[in-house]
């Protein structure tokens, strides 16, 4: 059985930069940090490294009942600002009828790798009705460090399955150079998907073994992750 691990954002679904306007909104009401995500880059980092990221760069202390806090607004604000008009808002092309096949398909088990939190992922995923697709994750919540998302995933495909996961069965599928490195350490197979803010040759500068323009030509795709 092959476990595959998609991203969230720029793989699955682009939010619009709901998630963007909501960490910001976020951080002025729980620190008075205005802009606080001018200068900080979100693509391929976990929820809670951002948050640590700003607060370090703004001087803050790391105040655990803060970033709670920080948690219960962003959900909030995520809610409101993913049903909002956003240009730009829309599954990555190609996703849903890729997730109906591989859905279909025999010993598959679909599952998330995200830097997400789980329940601002869940957001996300349920806005576009993508959610029920997904039985295993690994999440921000798990660890703020990426690289370590991959066991944690594993992990979790043993107790539901009685049994580890082969590396070569496992796909890590992700827009950035940060979703082929956090694959690479523990052997499994990393493919990469240019539909997020990365183009092809910064993807393939990574080695990822496997490369898709987008998610459209969904044998090719089923093809690669069924392989
Ligand atoms: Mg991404």
Known sequence: MNLLLFDIDGTLLLSGGAGKVAMERSFE???GIRDALRTVPLM???????????LQENGFPQDDSKIE???EYYFWYLEEEIGLDRPGKALCPGVLPLLKALSGAQNIELGLLTGNWRYSGLIKLRY???????RIGA???DSMNRDALVPVAMERFRQAHGMSPAPETVFVIGDTPFDIRCGKPHGVRTVAVATGVHAADELQAEFPDFLFADLTH???VVNVLTG
């Open 29 to 31: 009401t729980v620190w």
């Open 218 to 220: 969904t044998d090719e």
């Open 128 to 134: 576009f009705g993508i959610d029920g697709f997904f």
């Open 44 to 54: 391929g980092r976990t929820d809670p490294g951002i948050v640590r990221q700003v």
């Open 139 to 141: 999440y921000a919540d």
């Open 69 to 71: 806090k920080f948690r």
